[in-house]
Nanobody, 122 residues
Framework: QVQLKESGGGLVQAGGSLRLSCVASIRAFGNYGMGWFRQAPGKEREFVATMGVSTYYADSVKGRFTISRDNAKNTVYLQMNNLKPEDTAVYYC??????????????????WGQGTHVTVSS
């Protein structure tokens, strides 16, 4: 059974940085597309970033967040800089079959992590 486990969340002041990690228990990790999503209280889950053949970001995080991966470690990262209070949410990593295309819809991902909390204070 494939599992994803996020870590790296926490409390940070506005303008600060955090790096989230997500480790996948799967073979041939490099053959899978990975995404980061977030869900704030009372809001729907929203796309943040994805990485397959190419990377793509939500407009709200472009220029501040960077998605990367280390296939040797089965890990995808989300470096978050210049954090804002509106970035406060539970952040989830997700895995999908294949790496082609730019996939931003939650239903197109097959496996999800349990989430890690990020709180940005003003």
């Amino acid at each position: 059974q494939v599992q994803l486990k996020e870590s790296g969340g926490g409390l940070v002041q506005a303008g600060g940085s955090l790096r989230l990690s997500c480790v996948a228990s799967i073979r041939a990790f490099g053959n899978y597309g990975m995404g980061w999503f977030r869900q704030a209280p009372g809001k729907e889950r929203e796309f943040v970033a994805t990485m397959g053949v190419s990377t793509y970001y939500a407009d709200s995080v472009k220029g501040r967040f960077t998605i990367s991966r280390d296939n040797a470690k089965n890990t995808v990262y989300l470096q978050m800089n210049n954090l804002k209070p509106e970035d406060t949410a539970v952040y989830y990593c997700a895995l999908r079959g294949g790496i082609a295309g730019v996939i931003t819809k939650p239903y197109e991902y097959d496996v999800w992590g349990q989430g890690t909390h990020v709180t940005v204070s003003s």
